[in-house]
């Protein structure tokens, strides 16, 4: 069987209920259907062409990478290009997006673009993770139309295009000649059994009401300063991350993509994490006009957590929180990574920073313009009142650390921000409650005497990872950030310059925090090591930049944008040794870190931000 790419050698599409990824050769390795969480029909990116998988490209005994390949339009069409000797074809892949609810489909256009060229088609349906199989079968449809299907446990798939042949274990293929101006339009559609029969689709039309979604999309953005077109390419994978029917935001549309190739760091993203979540929603309002998105994630939010003293930190995208998490042994796993998860046992970790980025965003929202919601109010403020009757405990921390808990100061730090952020966003409302606010106002001072007290070494001049540890933490550059203190206190200075000369490698990569072989030797509780994360990294250059360190911070943000695939995504991680991205990708924390990046340096100076009385909101 054929070596899986660089995890880099993947680009996605989506439409906002799933996403697939298209290797360079034409073929999909990974989709999900119909819905991101749903279990996968082609998971043969972590495992073989056995598990699952659909390619289409110009027929060759070998696979062929593509010359060219782009996205259309701001958006996630993606346009690959294979220059041949015999002639040119033009693959466009998208999953359909409309405003008006569509099944969940992928559809593949091949076109002819100059000479004569072979188009193959070979699809392998495994549903299940690839733990069983579902032969197409053909069908005739109304008006004699020729199509094939596979059922599964519940689910139908249609695969309309080009007559297909039937292969061993459930395969099928086919293969097409194109000559200059022919085209040919596959698609496969899901569909509940039962529910009407779906008619084949026009792909043009599909293609054609893609684009103007995308270009939709973009045209929100408002944001004009430096690296706007890396912005547009971020935002337009934040959108793809947004679950439309629910407005819940996914982590990654992948799971099990390793932080060391053949290492245990392997973990399942597609989830609702409430702080992703925030994050994400955060940096789309400073992008741009995107308060409908805002909405919509508000009130998921409020449906989701009907008890805030039982909040989670991580969420299905129907608001449920059975993620139990359980290994796949029958997958290899991504160039034998194992194992494979399914969902995520940091669910039921307390990590307090999540509520923190929780507030900081609707405080946000409601700055934007979002209109006052009862509900949201009252969640807000009953996850402060929780945040204040646990800040004293120990947490696992923004990284979801498997060892013991710590007293982490950028938790404590978030803690604080939570109930800042509620006091500033509850007392515009004139029916708050006065006395909640005060007594809330006065943990939050006592908040942030302790992390002056035990999170600073002062003899470093720094930050640490926990009170009484010398370790550091990625996590701390965030702090000119929350308006815990000034960007210009010596603290915060002395924080990032310890952050970046311990924790930064090649080109300022930075490492979340220092790893060891051995898991009793990590923080993490975890084996091996991983690579530096991309997050954290484009956090050092907003660092810089609030500090007044623009040009080291541009420095900075050149150096990590060429760290990106050819087009435009990042996973979570990158290997500076290898040269090769690492984890789950597209990652959102990773563009819309980016983004945050971007527009810490649109300023030829930063702008100061507040001091933590000073009345006005500190941005993420």
Known sequence: M??????????????????ALVDLHGAIPWLCLPEFDSPAVFASLLGDRRHGYWSLSPTSDQPLPVTYRAYRNGGLVLDEVWELPAGTVQVTEFMPASEAERPSQVIRIAKCLRGRVSITSRIVVAPDYGRTHAALREVTGPGGVRRFSAEHQGATLWLDGPSHRSRRRGAAASETVLTEGQQAAYALTWQKVGDPVPPAPDADEAL?????VGADWSARVTYTGPYRDAVLGSVAVLGSLIHRPT??????????????IGGERNWYYRYAWLRDSALTIRELLRAGRFLEQARAWRAWLADTIDDPTTARIMYRLDGSSGLTETVLDHLPGYEG?????????????????????????????????????AAADALLLGLAELVAATAHEPDRGIWEIRGPERHFTHSKIMAWVAIDRT??????????????LVRLRAVATLLHATVLAQGYDEERNTFTQSYGSRELDASLLLLPQTGFLPPDDKRVIGTIEAVQRELATYDGLVLRYRTQPSADANVDGLT???GAFFACSFWLASALALIGRTGEARERMDALLALRNDVGILAEEYDPVTGRQLGNTPQGLSHLALVNAAVALRMPSAPPLPSPRGGTVASF
């Open 2 to 19: 054929p070596v899986p790419l660089p995890i880099e050698g993947y680009a996605p599409i989506g439409n906002g209920r799933s996403a």
């Open 423 to 436: 006091v500033q966003l509850l007392q515009r409302r004139p029916d708050h409650d006065r006395v909640a």
């Open 528 to 530: 091996g090591e991983e």
């Open 337 to 373: 990574s194992r194992p494979v998860r399914i969902g995520n046992s940091a669910a039921g970790q307390l990590q307090l920073d999540v509520f923190g980025y929780v507030a900081d965003t609707l405080l946000a929202a409601d700055d934007s313009g979002l209109e006052p919601d």
């Open 208 to 212: 054609a009401d893609t684009l103007r």
């Open 247 to 260: 407005g819940a935001v996914i982590a990654a549309p992948t799971t099990s993509l390793p932080e060391q």
